[in-house]
């Protein structure tokens, strides 16, 4: 267990750049007990650390001469900009300079380097993104969230076994129900992929696999865990998210349609805060890419200062709870 863990944040990432990562990345510092590496652009991190207290704050600034821009393709970033701030993130991690990366820049770049720099886990074969989705109990894991768009019914067996134990270790759940995602219920449903997958998940050591589920089910709360690939699970997650917000916007122009919904509105003004709080993104801040030697958690491109800092209070959570040690002893415990 690391004392005080060191998170390396790519301080250039997301659509707003050091204005939203370094307020978020000092704040986690703070609150949580945590060392932060700053990398990227030196004069510009300093801009902004110089609008913020800095009491008791560990923290360093490491330089990174480029950025990575939307519309590049990670294999080019891997190739050719060595000094990118993700890229020097990540090598901070391979050199054990830093316990885990936190970006809310290229997700591409992101995953392609916490891949090829930071490398596997033993007996890994693909790592996968782990979405935080609500639901009507507690968060939901999804995963692959989008790693990896073509996947083997041998890759799927193993995002539940690393769901398991991520939802064990970061949300204490103590025997999380891991379920696949279907067509149907009825063991049988699905195609090849997820038939072959469903009889591995079977035969599983210590998993508590409670079958297959249908879309409808992810957000009862009766799931812990849902399995599939990273196509589904990107259209999952995406979906799920526009569908929350666009639940927001219908509600605020059914409650300022007249003078007594307006008068209803105001009168559950605190349950529309609390339920608006729940399905929003920077309460979990990002999705931990598992099953590398290390860890890199990938946040939305919008993400604010609050979800920078939650997503920072997560990597140092997994670091100091070893979850990665966890994940992969349950690895080669199934090989």
């Known amino acids: ?42 004069p510009k ?9 800095l009491a008791n704050v560990h923290f360093d600034i490491v330089q990174a001469d480029d950025v990575v821009h939307m519309n590049e393709k990670p294999s080019d970033i891997l190739r050719r900009k060595k000094n990118a701030s993700i890229q020097v993130a990540c090598r901070l991690v391979k050199e054990g300079a830093a316990d885990s990366v936190v970006s809310a820049g290229h997700s591409g770049a992101t995953v392609a380097c916490g891949m090829f720099i930071m490398g596997r886990l033993p007996g890994v074969e693909r ?51 891991v379920s696949l995602l279907s067509i149907g219920e009825e063991e049988g449903k699905g195609n090849s992929q ?61 409650f300022t349609s007249g003078f007594l919904p307006a008068l209803g509105g105001m009168l559950a003004k605190g349950a529309f805060r609390h339920f608006a709080r729940t399905i929003d993104y920077a309460e979990y801040g990002g999705a931990p890419l598992l099953g590398l030697q ?15 800092s939650n ?16 994940l992969a002893e349950t690895i080669l415990a199934n090989e």
Request: aromatic content about 6%.
């Open 194 to 254: 997820v038939k072959e997958a469903y009889e591995l998940l079977k035969m599983a050591q210590n998993l508590n696999f409670i079958g297959n589920a249908e879309g409808r089910d992810i957000f009862t709360g009766n799931i812990d865990v849902v399995i599939c690939d990273g196509f589904v699970g990107n259209v999952v997650v995406k979906m799920s998210e526009g569908l929350a917000a666009s639940l927001v916007r219908m509600l605020k122009r059914v």
């Open 311 to 326: 997503a920072i209070k997560m990597s140092g959570t997994f670091v100091r709870k070893g979850t990665n040690d966890r």
């Open 294 to 308: 290390g860890l890199a958690i990938v946040c939305h491109g919008r993400s604010n200062a609050r979800a920078m």
């Open 127 to 177: 790592p996968a993104l782990a979405a935080l989705l609500p639901t009507e109990k507690n968060p939901v894991v999804v995963l692959d969230a989008g790693a990896n768009v073509d996947c083997r019914p041998y890759h799927l067996f193993q995002f539940g076994l690393m769901g398991d134990a991520f939802a064990r270790d970061l949300l204490s759940y103590a025997a999380p129900r």
């Open 45 to 53: 991190l300093e801009v902004e650390l110089s609008k913020i207290d």
């Open 1 to 42: 267990m690391s004392e005080r863990p060191i998170i390396a944040v790519d301080a250039m990432g997301g659509d707003f750049g050091p204005s939203v990562v370094v307020p978020g990345a000092v704040e986690a510092a703070r609150l949580h007990d945590l060392h932060v590496l700053l990398v990227g652009d030196t």
